[in-house]
């Protein structure tokens, strides 16, 4: 089964500046990356998604990036800010799987 | 708000006992999806449910089961509960048969077996 790993579980920025979240997955005939934010007592929400079609994707201040070869993907914050403030959790589906593995999440704080 | 609801979202219950956790997925959605959230096995995928038929198990124990109904809400029925069931239990839905593609979660259920 699929296999995926997060890095690292805690990461600590200054308001405004950006961070970074590494993944890697086992499995090449995983298709599709999603990030997920949740924040406390709250369900994981979908924040942005990739195919391996596409090495990038940008929405606002969040982009991630693909590297089929290398097998891993990335979650780009710029400019953080407060409210980005959460535990960020990395997924994928594997080949055969229809539900999606997780990674073990990243608590992300901000610092004023 | 994601547009999936579930109930209760908060249950206490003893061991041994039987609990019924209710997901209305997003409208449109024929697809649903439970999780088991701890914190020393992290987020893991249970069961895939879409349009009425199970379509893949994942790490569900054999004292779990669940069903999809007709209008397409499922309940996740966990029975024999042991302290090392209480977790958070999400569902997510999405548009998709497979693939795993979008899949927006509810707002959880705390289960709590004391």
């Known amino acids: 089964g699929e296999n995926v790993e997060q890095h690292p579980s805690t990461l600590s920025v200054q308001e405004g500046d950006s961070a970074v979240i590494k993944c890697t997955y086992s499995?090449?005939?995983?298709?599709?990356f999603p990030w997920y934010k949740q924040e406390l007592g709250k369900g994981p929400q979908l924040i942005i998604d990739?195919?391996?079609?596409?090495g990038e994707k940008k929405d606002q201040r969040i982009a991630v990036t693909l590297n089929k070869t290398a097998k891993h993907f990335s979650l780009h914050i710029t400019e953080t800010q407060p409210e980005d403030s959460a535990v960020y959790f990395c997924?994928?589906?594997?080949?055969?799987?229809?539900?999606?593995?997780f990674g073990k999440g990243t608590h992300l704080i901000i610092q004023p | 708000d994601s547009g999936v609801t579930q109930t209760p979202k908060h249950l206490i219950t003893a061991t041994g006992q039987r609990v019924t956790l209710r997901c209305s997925p997003r409208?449109?959605?024929?697809?649903v999806y439970w999780y088991q959230q701890s914190l020393d096995q992290g987020l893991q995928f249970l069961i895939h449910?879409?349009?009425?038929?199970?379509?893949a198990k994942g790490n569900i124990l054999e004292r779990f089961s669940a069903q999809q109904f007709p209008d397409l809400h499922s309940e996740l029925n966990l029975s024999s509960l042991e302290l090392g069931d209480s977790a958070l239990y999400f569902c997510?839905?999405?548009?998709?048969?497979?693939?795993?593609?979008?899949?927006?979660f509810g707002p959880g259920t705390r289960l709590t077996v004391t």
């Open positions: 997510a839905s999405s548009l998709d048969r497979g693939k795993a593609y979008e899949q927006y």
């Open positions: 499995d090449s005939a995983s298709n599709y």
């Open positions: 990739i195919r391996s079609n596409v």
């Open positions: 997924a994928a589906p594997g080949g055969g799987a229809d539900g999606l593995t």
């Open positions: 409208s449109g959605d024929l697809s």
């Open positions: 449910y879409y349009n009425g038929e199970e379509r």
